[in-house]
């Protein structure tokens, strides 16, 4: 299982950009793929996750409305389009993959979860 986030840079407050999550070596499709941030000491947050299926999706609150979770058409990729960006949204930025629900119920990992390397956004003018 192998998942790389790319997509991140630097971005004006109230500009827009789209992540990108990549994946080999499972079907993506059929597992929960989440997206979590970490900004320089602050604890990772949980910002949305698409299930298995796309039957459910999950938004922090602090992202709803501005953010959204997307599968690819038979490419094995998701996504992440972000708007309304503010300084806040600055952080690593990683995506995850989980074979079960619980991730896209409440936007924790759990013990099964798969990470990939993260992509920096820097929102900053």
């Known amino acids: 299982v192998q998942l790389q986030a790319s997509g991140g840079g630097l971005v004006h407050p109230g500009g827009s950009l789209r992540l990108s999550c990549a994946a080999s070596?499972?079907?993506?499709?059929?597992?929960?793929i989440g997206w979590f941030r970490q900004a320089p000491g602050k604890e990772r947050e949980g910002v949305s996750c698409?299930?298995?299926?796309?039957?459910?999706?999950y938004y922090a609150e602090s992202t709803k409305g501005r953010f959204t979770i997307s599968r690819g058409n038979a490419n094995n990729m998701v996504y992440l389009q972000m708007s309304s960006l503010n300084p806040e949204d600055t952080a690593v930025y990683y995506c995850?993959?989980?074979?079960?629900?619980?991730?896209?119920?409440?936007?924790?990992?759990?013990?099964?979860?798969?990470w990939g390397r993260g992509t920096q956004v820097t929102v900053s003018s």
């Open positions: 995850a993959a989980d074979p079960g629900f619980v991730m896209c119920l409440n936007g924790q990992a759990t013990v099964s979860t798969t």
């Open positions: 698409i299930s298995g299926g796309s039957t459910d999706i």
């Open positions: 070596g499972f079907p993506m499709d059929y597992y929960a």
